[in-house]
């Protein structure tokens, strides 16, 4: 892998750490490492992130690792178990709910369709009309005003 360029004086703190990073990595040139040097020996607050990482890459080096393919095929089956348990609930919650839902829709459906299709009109649609409706709107069939007379 090639050297990673750094500008060597930078101040910046995520190019100081990514060149001490490289640094550690053996990833630096001549000048880079000199550099490097130099805040080790001048900056106690990079000396003491150096020391940090050094213990950091020593103890990811001691975490213990599965030495079997079992182990590892072990987790893998318990997680696929796990994961097929929690698609069997979800499975169940959905089926519930849908035939809850037909079955809500069942209960109201019958007071629904008799709200939307009233009897006077299934009455109006079994009359059989072979004459059309005329209405004459100069001769009422009976008077108004007389029927507000008969009002108490």
Do not use: C
């Amino acid at each position: 892998m090639p050297s990673p360029s750094y500008l060597p004086a930078s101040d910046e703190p995520w190019q100081r750490f990514e060149l001490l990073s490289a640094y550690l990595d053996g990833e630096v040139n001549l000048a880079e490492r000199q550099q490097v040097q130099k805040w080790l020996d001048t900056e106690p607050q990079f000396k003491e992130l150096y020391l940090s990482l050094l213990r950091l890459e020593r103890e990811i080096e001691q975490l213990p690792i599965a030495t079997s393919a079992l182990a590892a095929n072990q987790v893998a089956q318990q997680v696929f178990a796990q994961i097929a348990q929690e698609n069997r609930r979800y499975r169940w919650l959905f089926g519930t709910g849908l035939l809850l839902t037909a079955l809500l829709a069942a209960m109201v459906s019958p007071g629904l369709w008799k709200m939307l299709n009233p009897p006077e009109m299934h009455m109006a649609q079994n009359l059989n009309l072979t004459e059309p409706l005329v209405v004459n709107l100069n001769a009422p069939l009976f008077n108004l005003s007389e029927g507000q007379k008969n009002r108490p």
